[in-house]
């Protein structure tokens, strides 16, 4: 997927903590340049590198990978 920001809706977050932990996980992934994730409403917005061409699968599993979570790209 190419674009500015790709957003995750993301189910079994309790803390914030987790949010600190899914927001580590894309963030090793090439093309992201940050993810900032919201506990209350309950999704993860990540930014992209200027012209990043990011699969959004990788995404999802990196976030699921943080922990026992489940996350699928919103829209």
Known sequence: MT????????DGMHCTSCGLL???EPEDLPG?????TDLRAGHSVVRLEDGADIDTAALVAAVEAAGDYTARVAG
């Open 22 to 24: 899914i927001d580590a």
């Open 3 to 10: 674009g500015e920001q790709v957003v995750l809706l993301i």
């Open 32 to 36: 992201v340049r940050s993810a900032s």
